[in-house]
């Protein structure tokens, strides 16, 4: 069970943190209002104050994730000189950092979006693939210049995207492998998933 936060000044913030600890223990459907509420240490009458359904958390949380995980990889990529390998590897990083540092958030990401209504699916759909699209492309300049000689290029980026997703639901921390260790091994599978030149 969710342990029970005692703290002055609950607000937005400290609602959504309960919920993403619900959403990832219960899973959003096993989630209510009443144990929302019951960690943050709020009534749920409290809670309509800063969200009008149980709806609009798990929105507010999804694409607030998939808005920082687009930062992150965006800001790595544009900090990456030209070379593909080196732009694949920088994203590829990011994204690994972002599923093993804000783990909870990355899981709920990857597995609750069938739980979107119409509108929030839509939007968060519309998200995945600007990032998608992100590492489409440098793997598809990385092909054209001879980089990358995968001769499936959309397969291979949905296949590095998706070995990301993963690592949310096994990543333990505090275990053997730090964050910065694992990007650093799931960059060696991105490249070489593209059949990429060495670093």
Known sequence: MAQTR?????????????????????GYHGTSMR??????GVTVASIYHHFPSKQEILQEIM????????SMT???LVASDSEPAHQLDAIVRAWTLFHTTRQQEALIGASELR?????????V???RDEQEAMFREVIDRGVALGAFATPFPREAA??????????ASWYRAGG?????????RYSELALGTVRGTSL
């Open 125 to 127: 759909v519309t998200l």
């Open 35 to 40: 144990d929302i509420a019951s960690d943050a």
């Open 115 to 123: 739980s979107l209504d119409d509108v929030g699916r839509k939007l």
């Open 74 to 76: 965006r800001s790595a």
């Open 6 to 26: 005692s703290r002055s000044g609950n607000g937005r913030a400290t609602l959504l943190e309960c919920a993403i600890s619900n959403f990832t223990e219960r």
């Open 63 to 70: 694409v607030r994730t998939m808005t920082d995980t687009i």
């Open 158 to 167: 949905r296949a590095v995207i998706n070995m990301g997703y993963a690592i």
């Open 176 to 184: 053997s492998i730090q964050p910065a260790q694992m990007a650093e």
